[in-house]
């Protein structure tokens, strides 16, 4: 299937996206055929041990492209990281092999991987995906850890892309629920890009939340049948998260798929690993941060009087980020100045038109915390912070914190400066009901 009749929209021509889709049942043959077409007579297998299983469940796979017939296969360690080191390594593997390109079996990290590494190495990919876990399949970035920061890089999207439902209904259940909340933030987020629109002119455009719509009030509909393994909601899941990705890659950014959600998210894999601990599903993070971030646009389209807070100097917050933040400040203070070097004029806007800015947030219709976790426990996903095991108080330092670690405006970076937070964060978290 072409990537067109994934949607109604029309899609811009001249962008660089994934030429064939395939989203269905008993798909896993057509390996060999897409392989052909896209990425050439020795391509490379990406997975970890855990994906490659999942692929090996496939009965018509073992009789189609293993990696027998002069094709290579890159294993990774258990439970990967998508961080420069694992990037450099699959590099040298194409390199040294001369693979004409990479077939990725896997969900996030592995395609993570695979998408820099084909972009580095200048070959094709294409993605086997083995959960319908995260929207990052078909977009044009991959999530990347540098040097502790979880760093978005532009990147090319794979050439195809293969979601078999028998495959992802056999993925433990709590990947396809992680999607779910992964695909969810998509309002609050779109709101978070209208807002940095609003207050510095940065770029906003509708086309991007049209493509994918229909897709996800489909998805959402469905999302009873995934911890049912219903072959039926895994598709209608996986084909919003496939043009969820479309979508960023029209945007030219991860606008309209993350916002200050995804910052809460991103926070906490950085203290995970700076901690030694294991991370959680990005998806699962996710889908509790919305929640946060759409009962902090209810208070803020409430707020009618803002209290605006005494203008701050970059000397103090640099020493505040250097305390809040600390072995991850020094990575972290670039992005918190390119923000902070916006303040003056986005406050002067603030004091200006917040009453006709909050009609128009109020126009954009946001569902409540409480009907996107209904639809995170309907799905079988995480909807609390508890089922996180995050306490009040992290979650209270996060909030307060996550607007630093990169220079994309948000609802979190609105609530300080309208003079919210950080007073309202109690008060937010007892409204997200989470
Ligand atoms: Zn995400």
Redo the contacts with the bound molecule.
């Keep these: 299937m072409k990537l067109v009749d994934l949607c109604s929209e029309t899609l811009p021509d001249g962008l660089d996206l994934s030429e064939e889709v395939l989203i269905g049942a008993d798909l896993c043959g057509e390996i060999p055929r897409l392989a052909a077409a896209h990425v050439g007579r020795k391509p490379l297998w990406l997975a970890d041990p855990r994906t490659w299983d999942a692929l090996g469940r496939a009965d018509t796979l073992r009789a189609s492209g293993r990696p027998e017939n002069g094709h290579g296969l890159h294993l990774l360690p258990d439970d990967p990281h998508a961080n420069t080191e694992q990037i450099g390594l699959t590099c040298a593997a194409v390199e040294a092999g001369g693979f004409s390109g990479i077939i990725a079996v896997g969900a996030g990290t592995v395609n993570d991987i695979a998408k820099m590494a084909a972009t580095l190495s200048g070959v094709p990919y294409m993605a086997f995906g083995t959960a319908a876990s995260?929207?990052?399949y078909a977009s044009g970035i991959a999530a990347i850890l540098v040097d502790g920061l979880k760093t978005t890089i532009a990147a090319r999207p794979p050439r195809a892309i293969i979601l078999d439902s028998e495959v992802l209904c056999q993925a433990p259940p709590a990947l396809a629920a992680a999607g779910l909340g992964?695909l969810l933030?998509k309002p609050v987020s779109t709101a978070d890009w209208w807002l940095g629109n609003r207050l510095e002119g940065s770029g906003f455009e509708t086309l991007p939340g049209r493509i994918v719509d229909e897709a996800v009030t489909h998805a959402t509909e469905h999302a009873a049948g995934l911890p049912a393994g219903d072959g039926g909601a895994h598709e209608a899941l996986a084909r919003a998260l496939v043009l969820s990705g479309v979508s960023m890659v029209v945007a030219g950014s991860s606008s309209p798929?993350?916002g200050g959600e995804?910052l809460l998210?991103h926070l906490w894999d950085m203290e995970a690993l700076v901690c030694g601990r294991e991370l959680r599903l990005?998806?699962a993070q996710?889908g509790v941060a919305t929640c946060l971030c759409a009962a902090l646009y209810q208070h803020l389209v409430d707020l009618e009087d803002p209290e605006f807070p005494k203008a701050p100097n970059w000397p103090r917050t640099s020493e505040r980020i250097r305390i809040a933040h600390g072995e991850l400040a020094e990575a972290i203070l670039p992005q918190a100045e390119k923000k902070f070097a916006g303040f003056a004029a986005r406050t002067a806007l603030l004091r200006a038109e917040w009453p006709q800015m909050r009609e128009e947030l109020a126009g954009l219709a946001l569902p409540s915390a409480a009907e996107i976790r209904a639809v995170l426990q309907a799905g079988g996903a995480p909807a609390s912070l508890g089922e996180l095991g995050i306490e009040r108080d992290e979650a209270f330092d996060a909030l307060a914190r996550a607007r630093d670690i990169r220079d994309r405006y948000t609802v979190l970076d609105l609530a300080f400066e309208l003079g919210f937070f950080p007073g309202g964060i109690r008060q937010v978290i007892l409204t997200a009901g989470v």
Excluded: E, F
């Design positions: 995260m929207n990052g992964d933030s798929a993350s995804h998210s990005h998806g996710v």
